[in-house]
């Protein structure tokens, strides 16, 4: 079963505007980690975040965690259209292994 | 160095035949993850190694599907008798040190499976 949902479910921008996705999540955990996916196949990780830090940088990217609201954050600035594509937050709950996955925000990017 | 690979890259059977799915992960991976990813869904857990023997299965759906890692290194799914439901992406994941916990996990370009 899915572990929680990003909103927006799907987000268009212009080329240089910010896009920001949400992720809000159930359970207690040990992490949060965002992946990228283009096509509907490999994904590509960004950035880890631990759920004792608040924010993380890496790049243009800004993830943001609240471990008080279960929710997290990603921004991606100054975007470009290569940044079309889908997004996924994913945790590792405390004790497991494995990723659970939330339901992913399709972002594109218009030139 | 080479990536996580998947083979084969798309596979089509029927309603009750038997398929594998192999999985080499990143030379000297320890830790091994099969995930499912259905149209329109985050991928979803089904099984990870440690090694050679699986951790943790309890996401396999269903008896039908199996997995195996002899030697610690590559991987093989094993789906038997299959439904149309089990159409999906399936993707290969592995990690340097067990545990995602401490260590991002690498993809797999994944396996996507058609059930006519």
């Known amino acids: 079963s899915q572990q929680g949902e990003e909103d927006p479910q799907a987000l268009s921008i212009q080329e240089g505007e910010n896009a920001t996705m949400n992720c809000s999540y159930k359970?207690?955990?040990?992490?949060l980690q965002w992946y990228r996916q283009n096509s509907g196949r490999g994904l590509v990780h960004l950035i880890l975040?631990?759920?004792?830090?608040r924010e993380k940088h890496s790049g243009r990217l800004r993830v943001t965690l609240d471990t008080s609201k279960k929710s997290s954050s990603l921004l991606i600035t100054a975007s470009r259209a290569a940044d079309t594509a889908s997004y996924f937050c994913?945790?590792?709950?405390?004790?497991?292994?494995?990723?659970?996955f939330g339901t992913g925000t399709r972002l594109t990017v218009i030139p | 160095g080479a990536g996580v690979s998947q083979t084969p890259s798309n596979k089509v059977t029927e309603k009750g035949k038997y398929v594998e799915l192999r999985c080499d992960p990143i030379?000297?991976?320890?830790?091994l993850y099969w995930y499912r990813q259905s149209l329109g869904q985050g991928p979803e857990f089904l099984i990870y190694?440690?090694?050679?023997?699986?951790?943790?299965d309890s996401g396999l759906p269903n008896d039908r599907f199996f997995a195996v890692r002899p030697e610690g290194s590559v991987s093989t799914l094993k789906i038997q008798r299959t439904e149309r439901g089990d159409s999906a992406v399936y993707l290969c994941?592995?990690?340097?040190?067990?545990?995602?916990?401490?260590?991002?996990?690498?993809f797999g370009p994944g396996t996507r499976l058609t059930v006519l």
């Open positions: 994941a592995s990690s340097l040190t067990p545990g995602a916990a401490a260590d991002t996990q690498y």
């Open positions: 359970t207690s955990i040990n992490n």
């Open positions: 975040i631990r759920s004792n830090e």
């Open positions: 994913a945790t590792v709950r405390t004790g497991a292994n494995n990723l659970f």
């Open positions: 030379s000297g991976h320890t830790a």
């Open positions: 190694f440690q090694g050679t023997g699986a951790a943790d």
